[in-house]
């Protein structure tokens, strides 16, 4: 099997996902694949100065690689209606992309754990009122709405594929 029949294979297997309710467009499904698999990892313990240094000197090989001059965004997640930042996704032209797959992926963790404790909470836990659970089922809806621009009719597209 060639790189490209692999890539194509595994972009298949993302978007047959739909079927269990898991809906990935399909040029987010193209990058996700594209990349390959990640994993968690962390810079050494360094000085707040440090850490601006090292963010400073990505962003200059991050320009330097893609031939980007001038101001550029710094993408990342960000707690809806925050400024605050879980995590930078960088400068790139992919890094827009790559923070709405993990905006997506956050998400969909919210509502799992969402479910998770309000549909078998731990023995001994009080169970949350219902209109704890319906709130928290609502942040998880205009999360995913926002995500997609605040446009309830891209959302209700993504919903039916």
């Not at 898991?22 to 390959?36: K, M, N, Q, T, Y």
């Not at 879980?86 to 969402?114: F, M, Y």
């Not at 089922?137 to 009719?153: D, F, H, P, S």
Request: with cysteine; net charge negative.
């Amino acid at each position: 099997m060639t790189a490209e029949d692999k890539q194509e294979h595994e972009l298949g297997k993302v978007i047959d996902q739909r079927d269990r309710g898991v809906i990935i467009p399909r040029d987010l499904a193209e990058i996700i694949v594209s990349l390959g698999e990640v994993q968690w990892g962390a810079t050494a313990s360094l000085s707040a100065d440090e850490h601006a240094d090292h963010v400073r000197e990505s962003v200059k090989a991050t320009a330097e690689h893609f031939e980007q001059s001038g101001p550029q965004p710094m993408n990342g997640l960000y707690l809806v209606g925050t400024e605050t930042v879980l995590c930078h996704t960088g400068t790139s032209p992919n890094s827009g992309e790559i923070a709405r797959a993990l905006t997506g992926a956050w998400n969909r963790l919210l509502a799992e754990a969402s479910h998770a404790l309000y549909a078998t909470p731990p023995t001994g836990h009080v169970e949350p009122s219902r209109e704890a659970e319906l709130e928290a089922r609502v942040k998880y809806l205009e999360a995913a709405i926002r995500q997609l621009g605040g446009n309830i009719n891209s959302y209700i597209y993504e919903l039916l594929g």
